[in-house]
Nanobody, 120 residues
């Protein structure tokens, strides 16, 4: 599967962005999907995941209440709505296919990243 992330950019603190990740292939509706991020000089970390049917989601503690993951299986796309952005949210954001919904380590495929920069 190929993943194409988009929607990153420069935003002021307190602002919002919505990231999109479009997937190729006819079996997107069977994929568990996740978002990760990597800040400069830091490791890539889990942000959010959504089950293949969209009925369950998981979030890292540092984005709970601010970010929302969703998907549109008809469009082969997963989204990350990011609200109340903080400068510490600045990172490259990556989407991924997860083999297991409840295991952030079970990445099957990575997309290319999209840069999010939050100014103070």
């Amino acid at each position: 599967v190929q993943l194409q992330a988009s929607g990153g950019g420069l935003v002021q603190a307190g602002g919002s962005l919505r990231l999109s990740c479009a997937a190729s292939g006819r079996t997107f509706s069977s994929y568990n999907m996740g978002w990760f991020r990597q800040a400069p000089g830091k490791e890539r970390v889990f942000v959010a995941a959504i089950r293949w049917d969209g009925r369950s989601t998981r979030y890292a503690d540092f984005v709970k209440g601010r970010f929302a993951i969703s998907r549109d299986n008809a469009k082969n796309t997963v989204y990350l709505q990011m609200n109340s952005l903080k400068p510490e949210d600045t990172a490259i954001y990556y989407c991924a296919v997860l083999k297991w919904y409840d295991s952030p380590m079970s990445v099957d495929s990575w997309g290319q990243g999209t840069q999010v920069t939050v100014s103070s």
